[in-house]
């Protein structure tokens, strides 16, 4: 059992703003938390805080209802996975594993049927014997998985572990962590500014700016109904359109030249904001291209020339402008697709959201 409680945490060091402002959080027994946000953000900060390697200013932390703002490191049952490893160099896989275990005075026989049944979970029976030196960067990351495992540590917390890794290397030790964590269901939360591996990995995620909590929820609950721009253009890649304009007669228009038919049922939402500058965000997939979407689509539409067309496989991204306001779209490849064409687009009115220009902020 891991609850985590955070109440009204701050963390102040000694000059500059805050690194942490108002954190609040609950995060249940066997949740998968990531806090996603761009370098500087704090998330680094709230994980030592948690592990107890730095002091918390203001606030209380608790797991399991229990108050451990003063507890020290090693009494917290919290196991820690660094982006650089940090591996003994001197001791072999074994070695590096059972540390902990031989800390905390455990029998001998445990300790090898501990290590040798977590090898066995990673797929490291036969490196045992090897130094670091003698491992590759995946394999290194998998000895520093499986120190903390070997632990049965009552929290996880791993800080951009898979950082130093290649893209494909990524992917496939972010499958085995997934895989380790519903097999273990120990309490997680994972540090990145990754938000393809908040978005694949979390059950929850923690959208973090400047020392504040900008929005917590489902990967897909941020994705679909981002609480503000900036949480819009964070998570998703490539990141939402946003385009300045005016809600008139029931459209949206874009420098008084293009406008956009708002579905009936979003109406009640923005009629309001009437008149008033405002922000449409829009994702790249729902700009459409094709005929058959278009002819659905008769007052969504504008005709724009392709500054650069990116073919990325089966699909193309492209850039262009509708007035003087950049659009990116992603649209299944067409093989004669590129810069220079003129074409036309077509918004998905039904997926996009609206925002208040000087909070950025959704609008309701
Ligand atoms: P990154 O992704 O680059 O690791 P982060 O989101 O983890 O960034 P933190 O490392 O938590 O960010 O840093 C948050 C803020 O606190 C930053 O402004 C940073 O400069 C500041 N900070 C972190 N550690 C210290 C420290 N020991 N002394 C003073 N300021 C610090």
Redesign the pocket.
């Known amino acids: 059992m891991a609850d985590i409680k955070f109440d009204h945490i701050y963390k102040r ?2 000059r ?1 703003l805050p ?1 942490v402002t108002d954190f609040n959080l609950d995060i249940s027994d066997g949740e998968f938390i990531v806090f996603v ?1 761009p ?7 709230m994980l030592r805080m948690i592990a107890g390697l730095e002091e918390i200013t203001e606030g209380s932390l608790y797991i399991d209802d229990n108050y451990i703002n003063d507890v020290s490191p090693k009494d917290r049952d919290i196991a820690m996975v660094f982006q650089n490893y940090a591996l003994y160099p001197h001791m072999d896989v074994f070695d590096n594993m059972a540390f902990g275990l031989k800390i905390g005075k455990f029998q001998k026989a445990e300790i090898k049927e501990r290590v040798e049944n977590v090898c066995q979970i990673l797929g490291l029976e036969d490196y045992l014997h090897r130094k670091p030196k003698a491992l590759s960067g995946g394999e290194r990351q998998r000895v520093a998985l499986g120190r903390a495992i070997v632990r049965n540590p009552k929290v996880f917390l791993m800080d951009e572990p898979l950082s130093n890794l290649d893209a494909k290397l990524r992917v496939q030790m972010r499958y085995e962590i997934i895989k380790i964590h519903q097999q273990l269901k120990t309490t997680t939360i994972y ?1 990145t ?1 990754d938000q393809t591996e908040a978005m694949t990995m979390a059950s929850r995620i923690v959208v973090m700016k400047d020392g504040f909590i900008e929005q917590i929820g489902a990967p897909r609950q941020v994705y679909h109904y981002p609480e503000n721009m900036f949480v819009g253009g964070f998570i998703g890649a490539p990141p939402m359109n946003f385009l300045e304009g005016t809600i008139r007669d029931n459209h949206f228009w874009i420098d008084n030249q293009v406008s956009m038919k708002i579905p009936e049922e979003r109406l009640s939402e923005i009629k309001k904001h009437e008149g008033i500058a405002i922000i449409l965000g829009i994702r790249p997939e729902d700009v459409h291209d094709e005929e058959a979407f278009l002819e659905t689509m008769q007052e969504s539409k504008a005709n724009v020339t392709i500054d650069l067309a990116e073919i990325t496989g089966s699909e193309a991204v492209l850039y262009t402008k509708i007035g003087n306001q950049d659009i990116t779209a992603v649209v299944n490849l067409r093989s004669n697709i590129q810069q220079g064409d003129n074409l036309e687009l077509g918004f998905n009115m039904n997926k996009v959201h609206f925002f208040d220009p000087e909070s950025g902020n959704r609008l309701k």
């Open positions: 060091f000694d500059g690194a946000g370098s500087g953000c704090g998330k680094s900060t540090v500014h």
